[in-house]
């Protein structure tokens, strides 16, 4: 049920362009996933999300199996039917709020015990409990449970955690090919791998080639955009994909500002998500063709052109850069959702013509030509 088909490489970089097979549709890469943190995208519906070209969607099995819980999304049928989206969706597995709620959990070889941020219940999550959780969610693509190191990481806990990482993907992957608690009918979820090794290269060429061993079907590059900087992620990122398997789709992890991504596709990346173009939207932040724009700036009180001249989402389509600064400052809700919309059509936008300019052996060009137009100053 799952391929992945590379169409075009770049004859100057390592962009590629691609058809990623899913029992829910082919996804054509590189791609960018909206966030779906919880089954949805915040302050969008499914029809706002087709209507701007998006293929595939990330949600969190951490989060959906403490609210509503996993046993009740696979009783409605699984997340798909839930949400009622129809195309891929990737879940992961939790792994990330082992960093991001260092405060709320304590963890051991065998797994992760949280204190509930909702009410303060403890869950203790293994690498089984993790894929049970997911084959119950039902998404397409799902990822095991793994240790993000903070940044800044001494050498010493970096290695830990990459071990702890591999030992446990194993575990996933015998969770998984088990299969007893995979929902009737979903024998075609994908388990991606996951790099980590912090910002050491030994560590993360190490962890690649190990989990390269155990023949998962994708691979993911986790632990970055955690606080070193662009220079320092692009150098991870690269040194990682360069011991990943060629003919198998490359995820980088939590990955969003549009340079980073135009970098990182120039790698040889084909998958990203980030929460970033909707937290900017809602917080009154749009990305342009000719740069970022700050709706709240008294420039746009009485201006009437729209956010972007090229773009054609329905915030552009109808309305004025007065209107919607006007809505920030009325604290009304359709604000954010006309720049959280705008935002992810940009990123559809500038996937597409990067898939473009791959096939069409020009995508040196490109990325020069977007890198000129992103000096330019924010508005």
């Known amino acids: 049920m799952f391929e992945f088909r590379i169409l075009a490489q770049d004859s100057e970089t390592g962009a590629r362009a691609g058809e990623f097979v899913t029992p829910h549709g082919t996804v054509p890469t590189p791609v960018f996933m909206p966030c779906a943190t919880q089954g949805t995208v915040k302050t969008l ?6 209507e701007i070209g998006a293929q595939m969607v990330l949600a969190n099995a951490y989060h959906l199996g403490l609210r509503p819980g996993a046993e009740l999304v696979a009783q409605m049928g699984g997340l798909h039917r839930f949400m009622s989206w129809p ?86 992957k015998a969770a998984h090919q088990d299969g007893r608690s995979r929902a009737p009918g979903r024998e075609d979820q994908a388990l991606f791998g996951i790099v980590q090794g912090a910002t050491y290269p030994d560590l993360r060429r190490e962890c690649a080639d190990r989990l390269a061993a155990l023949d998962f079907p994708g691979h993911s590059i986790g632990g970055l955009s955690v606080g070193e900087g662009p220079d320092l992620m692009a150098e991870m990122t690269a040194c990682t994909v360069a011991r990943l398997p060629p003919a198998k789709p490359r995820y980088l992890m939590g990955v969003g500002w549009p340079e980073d991504i135009v970098a990182c596709v120039a790698l040889g990346v084909d998958l990203f998500d980030c929460v970033l173009p909707t937290r900017c939207g809602r917080n009154g932040l749009a990305f342009t063709t000719h740069g970022r724009v700050k709706v709240r700036n008294t420039a746009h009180r009485a201006d009437e052109r729209p956010l972007d001249p090229a773009c054609d989402c329905l915030a552009c389509r109808r309305f004025s850069r007065a209107y919607l600064r006007h809505l920030f400052q009325a604290g009304e ?18 996937m597409a013509d990067m898939r473009r300019a791959i096939i069409e052996n020009r995508f040196r060009a490109f990325r020069k030509d977007f890198q000129e137009v992103r000096t330019m100053s924010d508005e």
């Open 333 to 350: 809700m359709l604000g954010l959702t006309l720049l959280s919309l705008h935002n992810l059509r940009y990123y559809m936008r500038l």
């Open 45 to 50: 519906t499914p029809a706002h999300l087709e």
């Open 87 to 172: 195309k891929p969706i990737l879940t992961d597995s939790g792994g990330y709020q082992i960093f991001s709620m260092a405060d709320l959990r304590t963890i051991s070889e065998g797994g992760v015990l949280f204190k509930s941020h909702l009410d303060g219940r403890e869950i203790f999550l293994t690498p089984e409990r993790c894929i049970e959780m997911e084959n119950q969610i039902g998404a397409d693509v799902i990822m095991p449970l793994d240790e993000c190191a903070p940044f800044p990481s001494e050498e010493a806990p970096a290695r830990a955690a990459m071990e702890r990482t591999v030992g446990w993907a194993a575990r996933c």
